[in-house]
């Protein structure tokens, strides 16, 4: 009963020290996450990928092929598709979706309040889209709403990469 009595207080010990030390390690790789997607934000080097799709009248889809924005300093390219109701059709295209390559744009980023960051691009020129509207959490997933002139708004869920080199 002794030995049991002096056994007792040192697997207490243990078992604490080790749930702590867990902590400790999944806190560091969640601050290395967040740190590493800040980076490629404000660096502007990378890429969108989308996973499901929200119209703004219709239900959310799930998107099976590969769909992207890559953004980089100097230019974007869009490659998403596109559900929704258009108001006037453009003349001379068989295209769907929203795919457009802009030089020529603002990129602005601000932080959360609940953490992540806040992206909004407004491409100049010819193109259909107003604004690209990004959300993206502290994990790498990202909200995107796209503002259209001549389509109805649609959104899309994701996750935000590195670009590849």
């Not at 590969?66 to 929704?84: A, H, M, N, R």
């Amino acid at each position: 009963m002794k030995t049991f009595k002096g056994i007792l207080p040192f697997l207490l010990f243990m078992v604490l020290f080790t749930g702590n030390t867990n902590i400790v390690i999944a806190q560091k790789k969640v601050s290395a996450k967040e740190t590493e997607i800040k980076n490629l934000l404000y660096s502007q080097q990378y890429i969108f990928y989308a996973q499901s799709v929200i119209p703004s009248s219709g239900r959310q889809r799930f998107l099976t092929s590969e769909y992207t924005v890559t953004i980089s300093k100097d230019t974007i390219v869009c490659y998403l598709p596109y559900f929704g109701r258009a108001y006037s059709a453009t003349l001379g295209t068989t295209d769907g979706g929203i795919k457009f390559t802009s030089v020529d744009f603002d990129y602005t980023i601000s932080d959360r309040k609940k953490g992540g960051w806040e992206i909004n691009i407004h491409p100049k020129g010819g193109q259909d889209v107003q604004k690209l509207n990004f959300t993206v959490y502290n994990n790498g997933t990202a909200y995107l709403f796209v503002n259209s002139n001549n389509r109805q708004s649609i959104s899309f869920n994701g996750y935000v990469r590195a670009r590849k080199k």
